[in-house]
């Protein structure tokens, strides 16, 4: 399904939203999205279990979010059975997921998070947490003053006012 017929069901969640081509959506009407968001080319999004992605949020290409799953744990047949376990998945605002990364479902990844190229997030990151590898590990912070500062300030690369360098 290209974008244009994901507005109908995202209704007017999807101003201020740039989806590049190729993007799937499973389940749009269980994603709640946030303003000035960028899905890049590629991106599956399965959100039969609820994805929500905050304000100012960029995920880049070929990023997959999952928020169900498959019951392996204690099957009735193999290798799993038809019961779904539905768990949300939380993107919080001025969160940037490199290419290639994966959303495990049930984790959330905190405010002004980045989630480096091909990295597989399986539990919670903390705000401002930089993080890499399968599984994500934390490898850095980003500067909590600077970031709080430009949050507060709504400087976004997604926005359509973008403070110049000078006011920083």
């Known amino acids: ?23 799937r959506i499973a389940f749009p009407e269980r994603l709640a999205l946030g ?8 991106c ?6 609820g994805i929500t992605i905050g ?4 995920l880049s290409s070929r990023v997959v979010v999952m928020s169900h799953n498959h019951d392996f744990f204690a099957p009735t047949s193999l290798p799993y059975d038809e019961k779904e376990i539905l768990l949300p998945v939380l993107l919080g605002q001025y969160v940037w997921v490199g290419m290639g990364s994966m959303i495990c479902p049930g984790t959330t990844v905190g405010d002004a998070a980045v989630v480096l190229m091909g990295s597989v997030v399986t539990k919670d990151i903390p705000p401002m947490a930089i993080v890499r590898g399968n599984p994500a590990t ?9 970031t709080r500062e430009l949050m ?12 110049p360098p000078e006011d920083l």
């Open 1 to 23: 399904m290209e974008w244009f017929r994901y507005k109908r069901f995202l209704g007017r969640q999807y101003s201020k939203v740039v989806m590049g081509k190729g993007v």
């Open 35 to 42: 303003s000035h968001i960028s899905i890049g080319r590629e």
């Open 44 to 49: 599956y999004l399965q959100a039969r279990g």
């Open 55 to 58: 304000d100012h949020s960029i």
């Open 138 to 146: 934390v490898v850095g912070r980003r500067d909590e003053e600077r």
């Open 152 to 163: 507060e300030r709504e400087c976004s690369f997604m926005a359509i006012h973008k403070c």
